[in-house]
């Protein structure tokens, strides 16, 4: 059980159904042991009252024993009369164990039956007053106790009671019945309770993890968990989750200053390198070795200053201080101003660049220069991730509420496991696997793809096959009230 509130309801309904098994077993043991007792009290009484009566009409000077037409010893007939009555099974038999009255109800029993009744006179029951036997071939199975009978004349031997367990068997069995009709109702409302128990004691909990799920960026930092005023356990979750994340806060802001700082002093060193460079360059008389190396200082430079830009503008986007400045524009018109950059970067590469545009404009709300800036950074990863002989295409889209931006290169593709870390900062795939001859990037590019994409309120997305090529798709709202239309679906 994957979750802490299924492991509960479990762990509940199972403490609650053993609890409910357990009360049933007592109750089911109670009622066993009531239900016998009362049979055995009603036989024990039956032979005690048996033995009074007969005790009783000897002293009282009666007959109690009389002779059949066979001359065989048989209790009076009034006695006879009077015993019948007992609902139960009476034998009464002489000292030498002979039968002298087998009472009605043991009419249907066998001879051989009777007499095993009767021979239980000859072994009374142990150390307890009643003892149960099986009546064979019947196979019932009865209580018994057996009394001797004293001073009822020198023919009477003892007197056997016995009563049938079925009686109580069936009580009990209806009982085990209920249990089972109620039982699994039982659990059924354990589980029940037990998850709404697990709900809520959790519930704070789900909080907690929502709370702390959205602040996922170092841009969220700020924001803390809300404290209970009790201080539980989750209080102190709380807690302690928060003072985590100022300390967090601290050091991310403390980078940040730093990336910041470091950006913004190298920028003045940069531009000053960069003129002075280029003054030597146009200086005259300049060796051709030393103009050769000079200029390879300044495509450095070059590089160095577009990567402190952008690393500024990250710096900067981290702390809140980057605005765009959007207003309405031809996407088309866009995408075609970059056409010509994508030739003179496509055609060295020996690449085929192709730019479809619709006829008519896609008018989007956006940051012109931050628009263009992504696209070139699309165009040039797509050139020199593509060996010479291959495609890139530049096409743009316009779906009801959205502009959709697509660059496709046949290149050498992205690992499907590079796939989830190309938007961050600084990731780069394995270096050999570059064009031969291209520098590779700092991994910031497509990180201020995807930033610039989203604050337009947009999105980026990346298919790529690898030995096959990518392709980026950069979705743009067309108007404010775009964020009610779902993006559209490729
Ligand atoms: P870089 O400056 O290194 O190109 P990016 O952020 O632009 O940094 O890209 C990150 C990584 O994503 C690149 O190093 C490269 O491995 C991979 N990548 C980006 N675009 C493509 C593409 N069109 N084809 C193949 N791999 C690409």
Not at 6 to 13: D, H, V
Not at 392 to 415: E, F, Q, Y
Request: hydrophobic content about 45%; aromatic content about 4%.
């Amino acid at each position: 059980m994957a979750t802490i509130r299924g492991r509960l309801t479990a762990w509940y309904a199972t403490a609650l159904t053993l609890t409910l098994a357990g009360f049933a077993l007592v109750i089911y043991g109670a009622r066993r042991r009531a239900a016998f007792q009362e049979l055995d009290r009603r036989i024990v009484s039956e032979a005690e009252l048996t033995a009074g009566i007969l005790a009783g009409v000897y002293r009282a000077g009666g007959v109690v024993v009389q002779r059949n037409e066979a001359g065989l010893p048989t209790l009076a007939s009034e006695l006879t009369a009077t015993l019948d009555v007992v609902p139960d099974y009476l034998v009464i038999t002489t000292v030498e164990g002979r039968i002298l009255f087998a009472s009605a109800e043991t009419q249907p029993f066998t001879f051989q039956e009777v007499e095993q009744l009767a021979g239980l006179a000859r072994r009374p029951p142990g150390r307890g007053a009643v003892d149960t036997v099986t009546v064979r071939p019947r196979g019932l199975r009865l209580r018994f106790a057996v009394r001797p009978v004293t001073g009822a004349g020198p023919e009477l031997g003892a007197v056997v009671a016995g009563a049938t367990t079925a009686g109580a068997t069936l009580q009990l069995q209806e009982l085990l019945g209920t249990f089972a009709l109620i039982l699994p109702f039982g659990v059924l409302i354990a589980y029940v309770v037990g998850s709404w128990i697990a709900e809520r004691a959790l519930a704070p909990v789900d909080a907690i993890i929502t709370e702390v799920r959205e602040i996922t960026d170092g841009r969220s930092l700020h924001r803390r968990l809300p404290v209970p005023l009790e201080r539980d356990e989750l209080g102190r979750l709380s807690e302690t989750l928060n003072e985590m994340m100022g300390r967090l806060e601290r050091s991310f802001t403390a980078l940040r200053r730093f990336t910041a700082d470091a950006s913004h002093e190298l920028k003045t060193p940069l531009t000053v390198l960069r003129s002075g460079v280029q003054r030597a360059v146009r200086a005259r008389d300049v060796p051709r070795d030393t103009l050769e190396t000079l200029e390879e200082v300044l495509q450095e430079i070059n590089r160095m200053t577009e990567l402190v830009d952008t690393l500024l503008t990250l710096a900067r986007v981290d702390e809140g201080r980057v605005s765009l400045h959007r207003e309405p524009a031809d996407l088309g018109a866009i995408v075609e101003e970059t056409r010509e950059t994508g030739e003179l970067l496509a055609e060295p590469a020996g690449l085929t660049l192709s730019v479809e545009v619709p006829r008519e404009p896609v008018m989007a709300p956006v940051d012109r220069s931050r628009i263009r800036q992504l696209l070139l950074n699309l165009l040039t990863n797509a050139v020199k991730y593509t060996p010479p002989g291959g495609r890139v295409r530049v096409r743009l889209d316009s779906a009801p509420g959205w502009a959709v931006l697509n660059v496709a290169d046949t290149g050498i593709g992205i690992a499907p496991g590079d796939l989830p870390q190309i938007f961050d900062r600084f990731w780069r795939a394995d270096i050999a696997r570059t064009r031969t001859g291209e520098r590779a990037g700092a991994g910031l590019g497509l990180a201020i793809c995807k930033w610039i994409a989203e604050a337009h309120g947009g999105s980026i997305e990346v298919h790529s096959r690898p030995g096959r090529g990518t392709a980026f798709t950069v979705k743009l709202p067309r108007d404010a009230a775009a964020d009610r239309i779902p993006p559209p679906v490729e």
